[in-house]
């Protein structure tokens, strides 16, 4: 079975950055679109960026210009970014297929302080 392991998160200050990975347990980082998720408290789950497998990347209007998703298919690793972070980046966040779930890992969970 695929497993998911995020990891990088943590205690940022506003304005600060951190740099999120993805790790899976199988070589499909290279065949299926790949999105970040994230989920703060109280809230649904939301997709904050995507890459396609041909290397196409989309993001939500909230974290354009400040994330920046990306993938190493040798390592079956996808990546995200985050520059400019602001209180409300505040959640856990999960990586996951963009379409067709797989289950999903423990997440990482980012803290930004104003």
């Known amino acids: 079975q695929v497993q998911l392991v995020e990891s990088g998160g943590g205690l940022v200050q506003a304005g600060g950055s951190l740099r999120l990975s993805c790790a899976t347990s199988?070589?499909?980082?290279?065949?299926?679109?790949m999105g970040w998720y994230r989920q703060a408290p109280g809230k649904q789950r939301e997709l904050v960026a995507a890459?396609?497998?041909?290397?196409?990347?989309n993001y939500s209007d909230s974290v354009k210009g400040r994330f920046t998703i990306s993938r190493d298919n040798a390592k079956n690793t996808v990546y995200l970014q985050m520059n400019s972070l602001k209180p409300e980046d505040t959640a856990v966040y999960y990586c996951?297929?963009?379409?067709?779930?797989?289950?999903w890992g423990q997440g990482t969970q980012v803290t930004v302080s104003s």
């Open positions: 996951n297929k963009l379409h067709g779930y797989i289950p």
């Open positions: 199988r070589s499909f980082v290279s065949i299926y679109a």
């Open positions: 890459i396609t497998s041909t290397g196409s990347t």
